[in-house]
């Protein structure tokens, strides 16, 4: 592996953050679903199962990033990226529902860590770039994400699914010999020698404390739990609205393309500006971006108002993520970035997860079309809030 010695860490870091990424989203799109329903699983409690590893993120993010604080990046980044390497091939040990979610619940702690710990060794790595440096990190695991389900799609055969999970298994391994060559100290800086059992409890409690008290760290978490409300909203009730209006799959999927690559090639051009105007500028203009987006697909019925409606919602999104991540990290203090960004991962993931569920409610009682646009107005008022309470704070 002497050739990795040519890149920085933090090019080691978005290769391996972009392999990562493109494994776990290989083994859940458009696999998870199909293997799920060949198991015998009825189509409504699919997305209970799908749902295992998101539930995982809540629980584990904040905990992870605070242990990465303690203990060093690289001691939890590599715990993380071993569970990228091993969860793959355990599902070719799947014969039965419970045992696909024993797996699922197992492969979402990959994600739940490397997430909040990557975006902290970043941060301990720039100060005047730091939200440009934290885009291009981002940008990378999209295209991991971008990619991951078109392969994953080519390796189906039939109700054979060995292959797509053994593809995955191998990115999951590249992943893990980055990881063992990645130039992170070992130990946090934060302390000379590593806690004691005690020690780092009492530490834990005492991080967590720290960041759920405190405003403009948990404000900033509520924004992007906010925006990803709506884009979790958007991934499952924009297919449906179309399909009910008569749409082919391979009309509807260009959609989503379109704002994955929105998104994935502006973000390091926002990450330089929220560098330069100010992580709460891009914030408020990156939700009111957002907004118009959903308002222009709510009244859409052709690609010449949706296209430009889902674009602007992809480069909404690139300005709000890139500006959060960004700002938690620097209202903490520095050897609370894990904990910061783990807070953040944590509060999203809920948002993500509620999008669909309360969007559901929100569409059985108002509609396809007054939905999005409540959600929407969702995130306008979530601009005028911040707006106002950012300036107090």
């Known amino acids: 592996m002497k050739p990795l010695a040519r890149f920085s860490p933090f090019v080691l870091l978005c290769l391996l953050g972009g392999l990562a990424i493109f494994s776990t989203t290989m083994a859940k799109n458009p696999v998870l679903p199909l293997f799920i329903r060949s198991l015998g699983v009825p189509d409504h409690t699919v997305g209970f199962i799908a749902a295992a590893s998101t539930v995982v993120g809540i629980i584990v993010s904040l905990p992870a990033g605070i242990l990465s604080d303690l203990y060093g990046r690289k001691r939890v980044l590599l715990a993380s990226v071993f569970v990228f390497a091993s969860a793959p091939f355990l599902y070719l040990l799947v014969f039965r529902p419970w045992q696909l979610v024993a797996v699922r619940i197992y492969h979402g702690l990959a994600t739940a860590i490397l997430g909040p710990v990557a975006l902290a060794a970043v941060a301990d790595t720039f100060e005047s ?174 690609y010449l108002l949706l296209t430009p409606g889902v674009g602007l919602f992809g480069l909404g999104m690139a300005a709000v993520t890139a500006a959060t991540a960004a700002l938690v990290t620097d209202l903490a203090q520095q050897n609370a970035y894990g904990a910061a960004t783990g807070v953040l991962s944590s509060i999203m993931d809920v948002g993500h997860s509620a999008g669909p569920m309360l969007g559901g409610l929100l569409v059985g009682a108002l509609g396809y079309s007054t939905a999005f646009a409540g959600v929407g107005a969702m995130l306008l008022a979530t601009a005028l809030i911040f707006s106002v309470a950012s300036r107090r704070h």
């Open 129 to 302: 770039k730091r939200g440009e440096s934290m885009a291009w990190y981002s940008s990378a695991t999209m295209v991991g994400r971008f990619l991951a389900p078109t392969i994953g799609g080519l390796l189906i055969f039939g109700q054979d699914f060995r292959w797509v999970y053994l593809g995955c298994g191998v990115a999951g391994v590249l992943a893990l010999l980055l990881a063992t060559h990645l130039p992170l100290p070992r130990q946090s800086r934060a302390t000379a020698t590593a806690p004691t059992l005690k020690g780092a409890w009492r530490r834990l409690r005492q991080q967590a404390s720290y960041v759920l008290k405190h405003r403009g760290i948990l404000m900033t978490s509520f924004v992007e739990a906010a925006q990803y409300f709506a884009f979790g909203f958007l991934e499952v009730y924009l297919p449906l609205q179309l399909a009910t209006g008569g749409w082919k799959a391979w009309q509807i999927g260009p959609l989503f393309t379109l704002q994955v690559l929105v998104t994935a090639l502006t973000k390091p051009i926002m990450g330089r500006l929220t560098d330069r105007l100010g992580r709460r500028t891009l914030i408020v203009s990156g939700l009111i971006l957002g907004a118009v987006g959903l308002m222009l697909v709510s009244t859409a019925e052709s």
